[in-house]
């Protein structure tokens, strides 16, 4: 658990800095006018992160009630189908959004660029403090947030103790993208959207639309979408 959390941290936070550093000075979204710290201000977004987070360790306590008390016979609602559902409505919210070629700009690229050199050097200085070797570190830093994807592939190669390593460090990079979104995510959209990795094409794609400006939301479907299409390509070429 030590050694996912080290991941998670280093390939969240990595990321994070390299697109503050590259990204350009001309402001791509609309941010509000800075404001005197006020704890009012604060409050909401942390509300928000909180919430959140709450939903999350309720998702949990009710999986364990329904294996240890009802044997495992509880009906619970398909998590994919209420997912599918809040895309489909972020996607109603797409049509009153102009998609144009500066979505598609190198101002806009630099975010999926940024998460995948981050990712690898945030995976190399994980592997320098934890031990782990460099190919095993840089698979688990491959992932970018998808977690399902990386468990079965990494399992598959390394078996199920690395496995596990990768679930539980790609699932703390998208509780980490969570509490980034909510407390950066109005005034620094890039960077949060950075921080989501592969899952701003889905699990938090909801959030981005709710914490960032509305504009940012193509922003983090061209992001997500890139991520989505390297993870396997790199945990295919980094395990073989």
Known sequence: MKAAVIFSVCTTAVPCLLIVM????????????????????????????LIALSMVALGGVLYLFQERMAGGGLALPSSSMLLSILILLVGIDLTQIKLDARWFSRSI?????????????????????????????LALSSGFGWFTLSSVMI??????TYGTMALMTDLLRELLAIVVLY??????????????????????????????????????????????LLAPVFISAILT
């Open 22 to 49: 590259f990204r350009t000075r001309q402001r791509q979204f609309p941010a509000n006018a800075r404001q005197p710290f006020r704890l009012s201000l604060v409050w909401p977004p942390l509300k928000e992160c």
């Open 109 to 137: 690229l630099i975010v999926p660029v940024s998460v995948v050199i981050g990712s690898m050097l945030g995976g190399a200085i994980a592997a320098w403090m934890t031990g782990e070797s460099m190919k095993v570190s």
């Open 155 to 160: 399992g598959d190669a390394l078996g199920q």
């Open 183 to 228: 407390t950066l995510g109005r005034h620094q959209p890039q960077v949060s959207i950075g921080s989501a990795g592969a899952t701003a094409l889905d699990s938090t794609l909801p959030i981005i639309k709710q914490a960032c400006s509305p504009d940012a939301v193509p922003l983090a479907l061209v992001s997500g979408f890139l991520l989505t």
